[in-house]
């Protein structure tokens, strides 16, 4: 578990890591536009996640994407903006959702947390899927609590051999080069304060 203040310092850390590489590959990633026909979509597209490497381990980002069972979780992390938050270099653990946990939220939740003017709330839902550690599942079994990535804590439960974080289940998890993806069954809300 680690404490609030190493987690702060830790998301700040990545946070100016981040900004060190974009800036240092911006001659690569800004485009000038010289036409009417550049889309803001092509100038927002900048950063570390965009910057195509096949010779690494796939990082979080990279193993989301490539899951034709996490297209939703996708859609969010790119409606919230946070892609590059998830290559950074981490150790990170991300709890993700597959498409069918998303589904089972009520009716037009996720197309609601989509909207634009929703982007912080659904920032805070995914980051609360996300802590700092590169931890198996086995490992996580001597955990009671977890600090995620938007501050608040979740639960670590162990029902014989299966490990729930925030009442959802383990069903596999992927290393990453930047940590691991443990996917689970269910999208965690975070509590309401």
């Known amino acids: 578990m680690f404490p609030t203040n190493y987690l702060k310092l830790l998301v700040v850390s990545f946070f100016i890591l981040g900004l060190t590489f974009s800036c240092k590959n911006e001659s690569k990633t800004t485009t000038t536009p010289n036409s009417d026909n550049v889309g803001t979509e092509e100038m927002e597209k900048q950063g570390q996640a965009f910057i195509e490497n096949d010779g690494s381990t796939p990082n979080v980002l990279q193993i989301a994407i490539g899951s034709p069972d996490h297209t939703t979780l996708v859609a969010a992390v790119q409606a919230a903006q946070l892609e590059n938050v998830l290559v950074n270099a981490g150790p990170l653990m991300v709890f993700a959702p597959t498409n069918e946990a998303f589904a089972a939220l009520p009716a037009g939740t996720v197309e609601d947390l989509l909207k634009p003017e929703n982007k912080d709330a659904l920032a805070n839902i995914l980051k609360f899927h996300v802590t700092a550690g590169n931890y198996s599942k086995d490992f996580l079994k001597k955990f009671k609590k977890l600090g ?46």
């Open 148 to 193: 995620q990535a938007n501050d608040q804590n979740t639960t670590v439960e162990v029902k014989g051999d299966d490990v729930f974080i925030g009442g959802a289940k383990i069903i596999a998890s992927i290393p990453a080069g930047n940590g691991i993806v443990h996917v689970v069954d269910k999208v965690m809300l975070p509590p309401t304060e």
